[in-house]
């Protein structure tokens, strides 16, 4: 089955206990990107990759890091979580970038006190 | 810079009634648009995406869109909305900025459906 995986689903952790968010794709797909979704803000970008060892920036980038050793691999990493980074994470991915449609993961809900 | 509206942040309707949800995006040029819902605890699904030719556009659910070249929207509708649509949806444009394209997504709108 196609599908975007993404582990773990729900997090509580404490301020600056590193963490990371897997994020893994079955589909061959070039592109991956990580969103957050907070309330009345919709999704917002905050990292994108177009192919293995290629990643950018997006909107809201500070404080994460990525990185594809693996095209099918797109892990998000925390290294001092914040509260204002309690948010609900979607990992994403797609052939193209743009014109194509992109395939979502579950949802991490992470909680940082 | 490009952006995506989607002005109703909450809308309610009845079963069974019509549904329309409103998305107008600023971008230079025709972008490809998509629609996506997000049941509860659950991630997006896309309903429909426009590209080019017919701008009357078939998703899945009974879903469909209306791409407005003059208007610059890409407005959802259902004719008869079922319990079951109740949901957050999300219109998104993928388009060119600074030189490499992008996904730029709404806020949402949330509908709820009365029985």
């Known amino acids: 089955e196609a599908q975007v995986t993404q582990n773990p689903r729900y997090l509580i952790t404490v301020t600056g206990k590193k963490l990371t968010v897997t994020c893994s794709q079955n589909?061959?797909?070039?592109?991956m990107s990580w969103y957050r979704q907070d309330p009345g803000l919709g999704l917002r970008q905050i990292y994108y990759?177009?192919?293995?060892?290629?990643?950018d920036k997006g909107d809201v980038p500070e404080g994460y890091k990525v990185s594809r050793k693996e095209k099918r691999n797109f892990p998000l990493i925390l290294e001092s979580p914040s509260p204002n980074q309690t948010s609900l994470y979607f990992c994403?991915?797609?052939?193209?970038?743009?014109?194509?449609?992109?395939?979502f993961g579950p949802g991490t809900r992470l909680t940082v006190t | 810079a490009q952006s995506v509206t989607q002005p109703d942040i909450h809308i309610t309707v009845s079963e069974g009634a019509s549904l329309e949800l409103r998305c107008n995006y600023s971008?230079?040029?025709?972008?490809?648009l998509f629609w996506y819902v997000q049941s509860p605890g659950q991630g997006l699904q896309l309903l429909l995406k426009?590209?080019?030719?017919?701008?009357l556009v078939q998703g899945i659910k009974g879903f469909e869109a209306e791409f407005k070249r003059s208007q610059s929207s890409f407005n959802l509708r259902k004719p008869s909305v079922h319990w079951s649509d109740a949901a957050e949806y999300f219109c998104?444009?993928?388009?060119?900025?600074?030189?490499?394209?992008?996904?730029?997504f709404g806020t949402g709108t949330r509908l709820k459906v009365l029985a």
């Open positions: 971008y230079g040029a025709t972008p490809y």
């Open positions: 426009y590209f080019s030719g017919d701008t």
């Open positions: 994403a991915s797609s052939f193209l970038i743009g014109s194509d449609e992109q395939y």
């Open positions: 589909m061959n797909h070039e592109y």
């Open positions: 998104a444009v993928g388009a060119m900025t600074s030189g490499t394209y992008k996904y730029i």
């Open positions: 990759s177009m192919n293995v060892e290629v990643t």
